[in-house]
């Protein structure tokens, strides 16, 4: 999934990194029986109460928990989560577990990487926006958290971005939206500044 926003001549494209997506089964899962039938599993019920079960294509990993619920990571797409649920699906089949409902899939949290195609000074802006932490000492991006829609990016000085917290296509295409906005007003008003100081000298 690539989301692609024209805003003031510049492109932004977010690319969808990860789809973090929960369903239930509505069926018991004896998980030992699975973590015995399948190979590609990790079952530590001492420390996890859950199951891994790794997807080969499209890469993933499926948390199974024995209420039949699942949460489903390293999707790129709503298509492959519902594939991957389909396979883990199949394979409980194996151990005599049939789901006869059409789970439905319910996303979580969308992981989106991009650009502003802006260069940055993270210092002004952590001034200029609202809702911003930024500590260079301990980590080189600004932390901007967008309330409508919910949706926290990380912000780097060469203008690339990571954005967390929707969950949908439109959310996110909202959210990209707003940060445009924010940001290039935020700039407008560091630049407008900048020339009033300038001008204030100019008079002394």
Known sequence: MTVAKSSEKKDTTLKVQNIVATTSLEKDVSLTKLARMQPNTEYNPDTFP???????????????????????????????VKDVVQQVIQK???????????????????????????????????????????????????VYKLDDPTATFLLFSNGKLVCTGTKNKAQLDD?????????????????????KKAADEDEF
């Open 50 to 80: 859950g199951l891994v079960l790794r997807v080969a294509k499209p890469k993933s990993a499926v948390l199974v928990f024995s209420s039949g619920n699942l949460v489903c990571t390293g999707t790129k797409s709503v298509a492959q």
């Open 175 to 195: 959210s990209i939206v707003q940060l445009n906005k924010n940001v290039r007003a935020a700039l407008k008003r560091i630049k407008d500044l900048a020339k």
């Open 92 to 142: 409980l089949k194996k151990i005599g577990v049939n789901v006869t409902i059409k789970p439905k899939i319910t996303v979580q949290n969308i992981v989106a990487s991009g650009a502003v195609n802006l260069d940055l000074n993270l210092n002004t802006l952590a001034l200029e926006l609202e809702n911003t932490e930024y500590e260079p000492e301990q980590f080189p991006g600004l």
